[in-house]
Each structure stands twice: as structure tokens, then as C-alpha cells.
């Protein structure tokens, strides 16, 4: 465990190559993301970094990695503890765990939290993918036995599979009222003119595609509410050099929709392994009536096992109940809970389940 200052050019390219091969795929916890969060949004925050080493007898491979932030005792969990990095556009939480050595890395982990030389006594997670790569401790006795994880609640996330974005296109289309609502407006826009689609990666994803999507970012409700990436000091830094950061490594793409030439809705996304990861998206609001998002969402449905066949699903980072589930039909379980570790962190979880019932006792349909 050391923070994130002393992380140098050496690490950082470690970082890069465990994201790479990590059994599962996380673009908010690789360092394209975090290190722009830190330098325009969270200059004040001063992070930790677990990282877990492999010694081969020649040299130690980096297999694991968390970015933390350290906290102390807490109504819902009493003893110090660590808390998973997020800045305000962190969509999901987790661990790097090398695919072929995910085992060992939380062999250590546990180990790491059950030593009595240890301080922290657990790691809070907020909205990591349930039924993922840390939850593999369940299945190992010898790791189950150092640490425990305690849920404190989870929800159902939108995700769209490529290989089967044909069927899901059919089901969208065909769904009543909304499917004909599409295509009605798919032919309003059309009267207007040439309406065109495109989608752009790799060297495609120049400075001039990440302006025209961050100045339609920029309007509607997020500019009169101060939440759009323009608005808000340094947020809009962020997002030019963390695109940057991926577009050179070819693990960014944006789509966007178009008429007579001009872009009218952009979406905005990042690669991590073998997942894509939705970001933000924008539109102009002169077309307000005809949905130019969601024409935008339905064009990159059509499109995706054309140009995303490589990618096993893409991550909404939405919200239950939010607009795309109406287009991405499928859904994984996020859950946001605790990671405990040693005695103390153990003792504490049978009082905090027991909370956490009278919570939801006393206020139905509410999580902790």
C-alpha cells in the first residue's frame, strides 16, 4: 500500500498492461482515468494504491490493484476502513485481478486484511459488478475464511451484447407503441435531410469529434443545472486527456448521428479489456421533438456486432430505471457493500446485517 504520488512512469506502464490482461475489464479504475480525475477534479484527494505482487524469482509482475481512499469510522461500518476511489464520474468500483493469477492476488488481499499489522479492517465498494471477479472468494474455503463480504444493497444495471445487438434491435423496433414512436421519428428527421451515422475510434477520435461532443453535452438540462462537463471548472480538462489518454490506445469510440453533415447527438465511450463502458452522451436540443439520443443509441444497436463483435457486453453505468433500459434489454447486478478483513471487521458485520433489517423495516423500499 502506497499513495498514488509515488506511482511513476515504471508503474503507471504496469498499471496499463495489468488492465489489459485483468479477468475482468474496468476503464474507471485504469490509470487513463484516474490519474486526469486526480489532476482536474480531485487535486486534494491523496489515494492510496493496494497493489499485489507475483515474485517469478527474476522479478515481481504486478497482478493486482485498488485505488483507495482511507476513512474513518463510520455509521455503517464502526472501525477505519478504506473506501474505493470514485470522482464524480466513476460508474463503477472494483479491483484489477491478473486473469491467470486472480486467485493468488486474493489470497493476498485476504491475507492483507487479516493481519493483525493492518489498520484498515475492511473495503467499502460502491457499485461493483456483483457475480464478478471478487466475488470468485466465495469459492476458495482458504480466502472465505480471512474476509467476508457484506452487501449493503444492489440493483440491476443495462447492458448491451454485441452478438446478439441484431435480436435486441428487433425486439426495440417491435415493441408497440415505443418501436413505432422510433420509427415515426426516424422519419420526421429525415424529412429534414441527409440523416447519416458514424462511428469513431482510434485515430478517428480527434480533438474536433471530443469538442462537438462536449459542447452537446452542453445543453438542455445539464448547462441549466451546471452539471454539464463545460460547466463545472475542470471536468471538461478532464474528459479531453482521459479521451486522449484511451484514444491512443485505440480503446475509445464515440458514434455519432448526423444531418446534412452536422452531428446532432454524440455518445461517448471507453474500452477496458474485453468490456465496453458507456460515458455521456449529448444532443442538440433544436431537435428536441424527433429524440436525436435515442436515435443515436438505436443507430449504435444496429451497428454493434459490426464494429464491437471483440467485446462481451457494454456497461450503461446507468441507473435502475433509466431511459436505456428501453433500448439495452439485457442487465448485470451491481452491489455496493463491504470487504472485511481479520476479527475486528468480522465481529462488526452480524450488528451491521442487523441495522441494516431495522433500516429497512422501518422505511420499505429503502437501501441502507
Avoid at 85 to 92: K, S
Avoid at 156 to 185: C, H, M, N, Q, Y
Avoid at 280 to 308: D, M, Q
Wanted: glycine content about 8%; aromatic content about 10%; some cysteine.
Amino acid at each position: 500500500m502506497f499513495p498514488i504520488s509515488r506511482a511513476d512512469e515504471h508503474f503507471v506502464d504496469a498499471w496499463v498492461d495489468l488492465e489489459g490482461r485483468a479477468v475482468e475489464g474496468n476503464a474507471f479504475l485504469s490509470p487513463h482515468f484516474v490519474l486526469p480525475a486526480l489532476r482536474f477534479l480531485d487535486p486534494r484527494k491523496r489515494p492510496l494504491v493496494l497493489a499485489v505482487y507475483r515474485n517469478d524469482g527474476a522479478c515481481d509482475h504486478l497482478i493486482g490493484l485498488g485505488v483507495f481512499i482511507a476513512r474513518p469510522p463510520a455509521v455503517r461500518f464502526p472501525l477505519p476502513h478504506l473506501e474505493a476511489y470514485r470522482c464524480p464520474h466513476t460508474f463503477l468500483t472494483g479491483l484489477l485481478l491478473d486473469r491467470d493469477n486472480q486467485w493468488l492476488t486474493l489470497e493476498g488481499l485476504g491475507a492483507y486484511l487479516s493481519s493483525p499489522t493492518v489498520q484498515w479492517c475492511g473495503i467499502e465498494f460502491q457499485d461493483r459488478m456483483a457475480d464478478g471477479a471478487l466475488d470468485q472468494i466465495y469459492q476458495d474455503e482458504a480466502i472465505t475464511s480471512m474476509v467476508r463480504w457484506c452487501e449493503y444493497y444492489r440493483h440491476r444495471r443495462a447492458i448491451l451484447l454485441p452478438k446478439a445487438a441484431s435480436e435486441t434491435l428487433a425486439t426495440v423496433l417491435a415493441d408497440g407503441s415505443f418501436g413505432k414512436d422510433l420509427r415515426r421519428k426516424r422519419r420526421r428527421l429525415e424529412e429534414r435531410g441527409e440523416v447519416g451515422w458514424r462511428f469513431r475510434t482510434g485515430r478517428d477520435v480527434t480533438p474536433e469529434c471530443i469538442e462537438t461532443f462536449l459542447r452537446l453535452e452542453d445543453q438542455g438540462w445539464k448547462a441549466e443545472d451546471g452539471k454539464s462537463m463545460l460547466s463545472r471548472p475542470g471536468h471538461a480538462e478532464f474528459c479531453r486527456e482521459m479521451f486522449k489518454r484511451f484514444a491512443a490506445d485505440g480503446r475509445a469510440f464515440f458514434t455519432e448521428l448526423t444531418l446534412n453533415g452536422h452531428v446532432i447527438a454524440s455518445t461517448s465511450n471507453l474500452i477496458s479489456g474485453d468490456i465496453g463502458f458507456a460515458f455521456k452522451i449529448g444532443w442538440n436540443t433544436e431537435f428536441a421533438a424527433v429524440s436525436p439520443g435515442l436515435l443515436n443509441e438505436l443507430e449504435l444497436i444496429r451497428y454493434a456486432g459490426e464494429h464491437l463483435s471483440s467485446l462481451k457486453f457494454i456497461d450503461s453505468g446507468a441507473v435502475e430505471g433509466s431511459f436505456i433500459e428501453r433500448l439495452w434489454r439485457d442487465s448485470r447486478q451491481a452491489t455496493t457493500g463491504i470487504l472485511t478483513g481479520g476479527y475486528a471487521g468480522a465481529a462488526v458485520l452480524p450488528a451491521i446485517s442487523i441495522a441494516r433489517r431495522l433500516k429497512r423495516g422501518m422505511c420499505p423500499g429503502q437501501s441502507m
